[in-house]
């Protein structure tokens, strides 16, 4: 199956080696390329998922990704074209507006349906907006266009931008962490931060603080999960289970160990009472 996957690539660097027709191209053209050969691919990688597991089929197709982008420069002509980013607030703490840095951090993007990989990218949750940074530590920072993004990554948090299409009990907009996700489930973490100005002498600057929220998504659709009441609202039928995990943990919805752990307890309760996972 390797063997399969590194044909494709050698041929594309043959065509690369003899000026390329993929390096000709206009830019619609590249993008046209990159999705097909994507789709080849795809079958391709499904076959290795399914023999070799997922993880491979993973690492392969990242693979591609990597090596096409290198050898035509389309990075440069797609997520790359965005609007300059400028920055507003002065702060002079750590109580910046950013998630877990204020310095570019490494990260993949879904941006126009496509996968971008080896990307440095900041996340401004006061104004909810990915940034990144086109060429290195000094270079341009980007504002990426919200809705072509449908999802990305910074380290090993995974983000998503659910676009709501459905009556729901509450609305989402914007960018979520995905905490946990489950076949009857997915809990999901609006990081938001709220501004404050500060006055110090002459000094004028800014702190911002946490002011975090989540949501259930559950039987197609969304719900907040912010307090234990929340909780029993949705799943009324396991109000004990509920009232005795509080008392056991002594804990509160202040973290995100203590409610994934909670939620993986009435996970195996529908899968006890042989609940089907919504559609």
């Given at each position: 199956?390797?063997?399969?996957?590194?044909?494709?690539?050698?041929?594309?660097?043959?065509?690369?080696?003899?000026?390329?027709?993929?390096?000709?191209?206009?830019?619609?053209?590249?993008?046209?390329?990159?999705?097909?050969?994507?789709?080849?691919?795809?079958?391709?990688?499904?076959?290795?998922?399914?023999?070799?597991?997922?993880?491979?089929?993973?690492?392969?197709?990242?693979?591609?990704?990597?090596?096409?982008?290198?050898?035509?420069?389309?990075?440069?002509?797609?997520?790359?074209?965005?609007?300059?980013?400028?920055?507003?607030?002065?702060?002079?703490n750590e109580k910046y507006k950013f998630f877990t840095s204020s310095e570019f951090l490494n990260g993949s993007v879904v941006f126009d349906g496509q996968p971008f990989y080896e990307l440095r990218l900041k996340y401004d949750l006061y104004e909810d907006q990915l940034l990144l940074n086109s060429k290195g530590a000094i270079g341009t920072v980007i504002k990426l266009n919200s809705d072509k993004v449908s999802s990305f990554t910074i380290g090993f948090h995974k983000f998503i931008n659910p676009q709501q299409k459905n009556q729901s009990a509450a609305e989402v907009s914007g960018f979520y962490e995905v905490l946990l996700k489950t076949s009857y489930f997915t809990l999901l973490k609006k990081n938001r931060k709220a501004l404050l100005k500060k006055i110090k002498g002459d000094l004028v600057y800014y702190e911002f603080k946490k002011d975090d929220e989540n949501f259930l998504f559950y039987k197609n659709a969304y719900y907040t999960l912010n307090?234990?009441?929340?909780?029993?609202?949705?799943?009324?039928?396991?109000?004990?289970?509920?009232?005795?995990?509080?008392?056991?943990?002594?804990?509160?919805?202040?973290?995100d160990t203590f409610i994934k752990a909670?939620?993986?307890?009435?996970?195996?309760?529908?899968?006890n009472q042989k609940i089907e996972p919504a559609e």
């Open positions: 199956m390797a063997s399969f996957y590194f044909f494709i690539v050698l041929v594309c660097r043959k065509k690369s080696s003899q000026q390329s027709i993929v390096l000709t191209l206009n830019y619609k053209k590249l993008i046209f390329f990159r999705l097909l050969t994507l789709k080849i691919l795809s079958i391709v990688f499904l076959i290795t998922a399914l023999s070799h597991g997922q993880k491979k089929a993973d690492t392969d197709t990242r693979a591609y990704y990597d090596w096409f982008d290198g050898q035509t420069g389309v990075r440069n002509k797609q997520i790359y074209n965005g609007a300059a980013y400028v920055e507003k607030y002065r702060t002079i307090k234990k009441r929340d909780l029993l609202r949705l799943f009324p039928e396991f109000k004990k289970n509920i009232n005795s995990y509080y008392k056991t943990s002594r804990n509160t919805f202040a973290t909670l939620l993986r307890n009435i996970e195996q309760e529908l899968f």
